[in-house]
């Protein structure tokens, strides 16, 4: 008797649970899929509270997953069906992938569209330009960020080209007090990200390298390259030591426990050292050598949003894109994720202060991304994985800048035909 | 009833018996034998950017053997997988064994102490043992550098997680910390089961602790040893979890840590830019399996066979 109790019930709470699955997933609840997992607080306590005041009938979650895992989940996800409704999108080829296979929609004909300059939509278009298939959101730039308080100790001006750079790095060097530089190479991105692609649009004149990249007609093998290889080659006499097997949270660390004076950075650090660091700190682009006329940053398409093409929810999907696309949201992201600078038209007052310098070089610099994202890690081997290892291996001193700009060429010279 | 023979039991007794055997064999089928044979299937097919998935034969396996950026990726993860390997046999389990051999030596004190706190890192989980140690080994703040200079040896500490000749090796001992508690613990066991009297027998002959040891006990645990052995075979071929946590799938520095699990993910998964390639994916995984086969049947027919086991 007992026994027939418990079936039942069991049974009772089996079929309560397959009932409840299909109940918790409907309503119109949208999902977004990101890799933006140290945002989430801002998603939840601003942006989407601010969406819902204009649509509170519209439930929106936002489900991020670490950034190294994002790529291999979402794919595994929209592979499988269970992706959310709205696809955080990384530039290029990752993204237009994902569009070729049918699994984003293409959004041209979404209402404020036309809010984003044809730059802005570049990363996330086909090769054609004939369709756009993510809203941009952001853009990250690339520079320096330093301790104001240590450069005032040991009597160092903010550097104008590289020539001062280095000397101002040797003068903190000697001085003994500060770490001149905080980076290392464990994780190995930093060394290409925050280095040879922070660096290199200086060596290899921007968009203009970039490009000659692309149609073949620069290589890895040239100047330009092995003078940022080179360049980066005199980093490890600034870093701390064990560099090699220094993470980037532990570099972030470094910083923002005045250990060092300057920090090679990617604009998203600015709100973890605003609630981390406790004394002034600035920024400054990277400096070209002296003489030169122009200056060039890495102002890098970095993060859009797409429709799962297979979305139950497409209709209010579009509505959230929609309201994506205007003033409010471009303000607030803006504001609430200083170094995240809005790819929209509209004119957003910036009111962090370092942040506000990171995107006024926009003004002084000529603007490039990173050269290894668009076309070029189409292939394998991958470059821009190819130029995480080489650009530690080079900082490490395993590896000669020569070597290392030739590797990258034989692995591009493998399957890009422009440079076979 | 009085007259039914052995054959209408047999038969009587068939449907329980397929009934017993029944859930066991669904289970094992759909989420073993099934996902194995799939994974071999996708192998033999590649899919085009943006195509159907079409049959290529043996194409997947000719690349990642012949190709020579393949081949020397993968040769590459194979050895590192031996080094990987050949630490834990030579160093985790002859310490497993000597610290199961000092366990069931008569009248140590302490014993239950010291077994918790010998098996305590294996029940570990493996994210946190790799962040531990990362910590400790960590130039920046870890207290290696500080334990090495009390002992006067502080010349000695290096970046040892950063640099590609130590890497692998630094990873396999932290591997050998956390899992030293298994053959410690099953060597311990048969240990245990061996009777008194052949000890005392031994003993009364006039035989010390390390002799009785090297004698009579060690001969006696060998098919242990030897299954000790086959369980780190196929551990280590399959590890993954341990560098992944360190070092990332990219297991840098220049694929100094990369193993046969971290360019299987690599490859099936993807990393950054870089796409994953289900197929590719497949027959890695393929091959880990065809060379864990070739070790659990060379230890079938080579080792096990040749092993005399005693009747206590």
């Known amino acids: 008797m007992s026994n027939k109790v418990l079936a039942k019930g069991l049974a009772g709470a089996l079929a309560a649970s397959v009932a409840l699955v299909p109940m918790m997933a409907s309503a119109g609840e949208l999902v977004i899929e990101s890799w933006r997992n140290d945002d989430i607080d801002i998603w939840n306590d601003k942006i989407i509270p601010a969406f819902n005041e204009q649509h509170p009938d519209i439930k929106v979650s936002f489900t991020p997953t670490p950034p190294t895992e994002y790529n291999a989940s979402v794919n595994a996800k929209l592979a499988g069906g269970t992706a959310g409704d709205l696809i955080t999108c990384r530039p290029f080829d990752a993204s237009l992938e994902l569009y070729k296979q049918g699994n984003l929609t293409a959004l041209d004909d979404l209402k404020g569209m036309d809010n984003f300059s044809d730059v802005a939509k570049s990363a996330w278009q086909t090769d054609d330009g004939s369709a756009t298939f993510c809203l941009p959101m952001a853009s990250v730039i690339h520079g320096f960020i330093y301790n104001k308080e240590a450069f005032e100790e040991v009597g160092v001006e903010v550097p104008q080209t590289s020539e001062e750079f280095y000397a101002a790095l040797d003068k903190i060097k000697e001085e003994g007090s500060y770490i001149p530089m905080a980076m290392g190479t464990a994780d190995q991105w930093e060394a290409a990200t925050m280095g040879f692609q922070n660096i290199g649009p200086n060596h290899w004149k921007g968009e203009a390298g970039r490009k000659a990249l692309i149609d073949g007609s620069a290589k890895f093998t040239d100047k330009p390259y092995v003078d940022t290889f080179t360049e980066l080659a005199t980093w490890k006499n600034y870093l701390p030591d064990g560099y090699e097997a220094i993470s980037y949270p532990d570099a972030q660390n470094l910083f923002t426990l005045g250990r060092a004076a300057v920090y090679p950075a990617g604009s998203w650090d600015i709100s973890l050292f605003n609630n981390q660091a406790d004394f002034a700190f600035g920024a400054f682009p990277p400096p070209a050598p002296a003489g030169s006329d122009t200056c060039y940053i890495s102002d890098h398409t970095d993060i859009a949003l797409g429709l799962n093409a297979k979305s139950d929810n497409a209709a209010e999907a579009k509505i959230f894109l929609e309201w994506m696309t205007g003033s409010e949201f471009a303000e607030l992201y803006s504001n609430e994720l200083p170094g995240f600078f809005s790819l929209s038209k509209h004119n957003v007052e910036i009111t962090d202060p370092v942040a506000n310098e990171f995107v006024s070089w926009r003004q002084e610099c000529e603007s490039t991304i990173r050269n290894s994202y668009q076309i070029l890690s189409r292939g394998a081997p991958n470059l821009e994985n190819e130029l995480w290892n080489l650009s530690a291996q080079v900082i490490n001193g395993t590896i000669s800048p020569t070597d290392a700009g030739a590797a990258a060429e034989a692995g591009l010279a493998k399957w890009y035909a422009p440079h076979q | ?312």
């Open chain 2, 1 to 312: 009833m009085a007259h039914s023979g052995p054959m209408t039991d047999w038969r009587k007794a068939r449907l329980p018996v397929i009934a017993f055997l029944a859930p066991a064999t669904i289970i094992y089928t759909l989420f073993m034998i099934y996902p194995l044979v799939d994974s071999i299937r996708l192998s033999f097919y590649a899919t085009p950017s943006g195509g159907e998935a079409a049959f290529v034969g043996l194409d997947n396996y000719r690349t990642v053997l012949a190709d020579p950026d393949w081949a020397a990726t993968f040769w590459n993860s194979f050895w590192n997988n031996m080094k990987f390997f050949a630490v834990h046999m030579l160093i985790q389990n002859p310490i497993g064994i000597a610290l199961a051999g000092i366990l069931s030596l008569p009248r140590l004190r302490f014993r239950n102490s010291y077994r918790t706190m010998m098996i305590m890192p294996t029940m570990l989980s493996v994210v946190i043992v790799g962040f531990i140690w990362q910590l400790i080994l960590s130039p920046v703040w870890g207290v290696g550098a500080d334990l090495l200079d009390i002992i006067g040896l502080k010349s000695l500490f290096g970046p040892w997680l950063g640099k590609e000749g130590s890497a692998l090796i630094t990873l396999s001992f932290i591997s050998v910390w956390q899992w030293v508690g298994i053959p410690l613990m099953l060597i311990y066991a048969a240990l245990l089961a061996i009777p008194d009297d052949l000890v005392d027998a031994a003993v009364v002959d006039g035989a010390t602790h390390f002799e009785v040891f090297w004698h009579i006990k060690l001969p006696l645990v060998f098919p242990t040893v030897a299954m000790v052995s086959i369980l780190t075979f196929v551990g280590n071929f399959n590890a993954f979890d341990l560098i992944y946590a360190v070092k990332g799938a990219l297991a840098g520095p220049n694929f100094a840590t990369d193993i046969m699990g971290t360019l299987f993910y690599r490859t099936f998964f993807g990393y950054q830019l870089q796409l994953g390639n289900p197929h590719l994916g497949a027959t890695v995984a393929s091959l880990m399996f065809l060379i864990i086969l070739a070790g659990v049947l060379f230890y079938l027919f080579a080792v096990q066979r040749r092993l005399s086991r005693y009747q206590l």
